[in-house]
T-cell receptor, first 117, second 114 residues
Framework: AQSVAQPEDQVNVAEGNPLTVKCTYS??????LFWYVQYPNRGLQFLLK??????LVKGSYGFEAEFNKSQTSFHLKKPSALVSDSALYFC???????????????FGTGTQLKVEL | KAGVTQTPRYLIKTRGQQVTLSCSPI?????VSWYQQTPGQGLQFLFE???????NKGNFPGRFSGRQFSNSRSEMNVSTLELGDSALYLC?????????????FGPGTRLTVL
């Protein structure tokens, strides 16, 4: 089964500093990886995805993610954090499951990002 | 384009009752997935429908069921509610149900079971 791990429950960063939210994956075959953000009492908002191609993926709101096959990682990054980036971030992988098809996502446990002034 | 809509947004039920949640996908999207989010278990996949057929099912008891209509709208039903069913239920839609297809989520339905 496919899985992702987010090793940090919380990440604190000062506004204006670069931020990194970590994600590692375990898949068989080529991974389809996603990042979502969740603000309080809201659904998940799509940030970016890696399907194939360039290892550096650019997404919404200035976020980017680096796919590293040798380290099986897909870390989310932003060069300069904003207070408004404070939210819960989820890494996800498409899970092929037994049928090898469908559109199921398996999520990590989430990382709470706190950006302080 | 309008996003994924879910109704109702909030729901309070008592143990033993049943509940039906509704999801309207983005126009043109044919795949609808449902997820349960709780503080203890995180985000867990319930099931996925594509063209009115269930394609995948998560590890939930048979009390959880769903269906999809010809206009791609989907409903999920939970019968004989238990306290542990209290959660945020999220619906997501995508256009092609392909591996790299992006799922777009609705705001969720917050279910509280008393």
């Amino acid at each position: 089964a496919q899985s992702v791990a987010q090793p940090e429950d919380q990440v604190n960063v000062a506004e204006g500093n670069p931020l990194t939210v970590k994600c590692t994956y375990s898949v068989s075959g080529n991974p389809y990886l996603f990042w979502y953000v969740q603000y309080p009492n809201r659904g998940l908002q799509f940030l970016l995805k890696y399907i194939t191609g360039d290892n550096l993926v650019k997404g919404s709101y200035g976020f980017e993610a680096e796919f590293n096959k040798s380290q099986t990682s897909f870390h989310l990054k932003k060069p300069s954090a904003l207070v408004s980036d404070s939210a819960l971030y989820f890494c996800a992988v498409r899970d092929l499951g037994l049928t090898g098809g469908g559109n199921k996502l398996t999520f990590g446990t989430g990382t709470q990002l706190k950006v302080e002034l | 384009k309008a996003g994924v809509t879910q109704t109702p947004r909030y729901l309070i039920k008592t143990r033993g009752q049943q509940v039906t949640l509704s999801c309207s996908p983005i126009s043109g999207h044919r795949s609808v997935s449902w997820y349960q989010q709780t503080p203890g278990q995180g985000l867990q996949f319930l099931f996925e429908y594509f063209s009115e057929t269930q394609r995948n099912k998560g590890n939930f008891p048979g009390r959880f069921s769903g269906r999809q209509f010809s206009n791609s709208r989907s409903e999920m039903n939970v019968s004989t509610l238990e306290l542990g069913d209290s959660a945020l239920y999220l619906c997501a839609s995508s256009s092609l149900a392909g591996g790299g297809d992006t799922q777009y989520f609705g705001p969720g339905t917050r279910l509280t079971v008393l």
